[in-house]
């Protein structure tokens, strides 16, 4: 079924969202800033600025001044133009259409050869963003000014990834660069200024000259600085040391009292993943009842309450309500309940009830409520510390047989290629699931949507059923600005380190 989506038309929708959505200002704290200059706080560093290593999501913060990607989202999620100004999605091609005249920042055309010459090089890199092009078979240039991806299978999802790190487009003379993930080459409206930068501490951005759209490239400098801890980023923020930060949950009302603009939307989904589903390094996992009783201990209610201060959502499955994929029957799907968690333990015979996830800062009182959770009833999930940021690299290794994990994932597709395909980057133990994988084929070879959407429900009750993974909760991410001096700041669904800078101003 041939889908044909016009972009010029949604980002006109989005302007006028943007402009009718913009947050009222409640005050603004006293403020140091310099006219032009922003500087932005942030809770994690940057994995890297290659985007076929890193991982994308709340990362983009720090790619989208130096980057741009082949299609973008509005505030709400929806796709909207990037590079492409419009796309033709089929089960057998993706075709996209490019604004003429764009240039790298190192005067390299940004054509359908430099497009072709991305998505090659990100699908053979076998990095996070790989999966996206799973069923691309190949990649033709048509014009200087459209591409054409074929497709072996259906890849309903393809657009929405070409809005991450999938879709991040690199000069192609530094596509190979070994320096690439700490000297970007982007279109972006700026770039890195890396002898001003270091590494772990602050990352500073100044404008691209070969940028022409000066509605973007507002700024004269940026600067993001990595703070950890919670408590000094809010009061950098309320000192007027920086313009703007991501807020931990239980440091709002003190920003807002202090005068600082909130900004509060939805960020990531949260589930408990077991990823060593044949009991390699954990023998329990390999019991669907020990999975099962592991899911019914979680609280999911008291952690939101005790860890997001409430700024949350407990949901059992990845699509909220009034998503076209939830699905009504799982609502209620390992409820919590201690007494049943006790009897699925002692149905499933494991002797050996324990796992091992890993965790880092700001996740550790996460799992370290789980952990209570679990302990109520007999399980031992054991925590190991590991390094801020390598959290989602953890995800695609076998260091760990489970992981408590945020994930940003707003297709099924998504989910299947990442998460449940025998040879996806989120299943490192290589685990195959039959009843998943026809699930997921039915999706895929549905002639209309209604059928491609109860194909998907089938591969999500099945992965309930087998509990692959316990649904948490949702969270909502919180950023804070200086009303006063920094303005058209624009939250953004999916990007819970921080908006993007474009269009931002500072003065």
Known sequence: ???????????????????????????????SATPGQLTV?????????????????????????????LLRTDPKGNVVPGV????????????LTLEQGRVFSDGEPLDAEAVKANIVSRKASAGPASGAFENVADVTVVSPTEVSLELSAPSPALPIALTDVAGVLVAPNALDAPDLGANPVGSGPY???????????????????????????????????????DAARASALRSGQVDLAQIARSQVEAAKSSGIEIGTFPGNYWMLQFTDLDGTEAPA?????????????????QVVQTTFFGHGTAQSQVFPQGNRFHVDALDDIYAYNQDQARRLLAESGVTDASFSVPAFGPIKPID??????????????????????????????????AIITPIKQVHPEQLFVDRLAADGPQNPFKVNHPEID???????????????????????????DDALWCGLFQDQSVVGWNSKAVHGVQNTVGWPMGPSFRGVTVG
Do not use: W
């Open 368 to 401: 370290e409520a789980i952990q209570g959770n679990l302990r109520d009833v007999g399980i031992d999930m054991q925590i190991t510390l590991v390094q801020p940021g390598t959290l989602d690299k953890e995800n695609r290794q076998t260091n760990f047989p």
């Open 285 to 301: 996992l390999k019991n669907k009842k020990f999975r099962q009783a592991v899911c019914t201990a979680i609280n999911a209610d």
């Open 41 to 69: 706080a942030t809770l994690v560093d940057v994995q890297s600025f290659d985007p076929a290593v890193n991982p994308g999501q709340g990362q983009r913060v720090f790619l989208d001044p130096v980057y741009d990607t």
């Open 191 to 229: 770039v890195l200024d890396a002898t001003a930068s270091k590494k772990g501490v602050k990352y500073v951005y100044t404008p691209n000259d070969k940028f022409t759209d000066k509605s973007q490239q507002t700024l004269d400098r940026i600067e993001i600085r990595v703070l950890t801890d």
């Open 438 to 464: 026809a699930a997921h084929e039915a999706a895929l070879q549905a002639t209309d949507e209604d059928g491609r959407v109860a194909a998907y429900a089938d591969m999500q009750t099945a992965v309930a």
């Open 1 to 31: 079924m041939t889908r044909k989506k016009t972009l010029r038309t949604l980002a006109a929708s989005a302007a006028a969202m943007i402009a009718a959505g913009t947050l009222a200002a409640c005050g603004g704290a006293a403020s």
């Open 84 to 95: 492409a100004t419009a796309f033709e999605l089929t089960p057998q091609s993706l075709d």
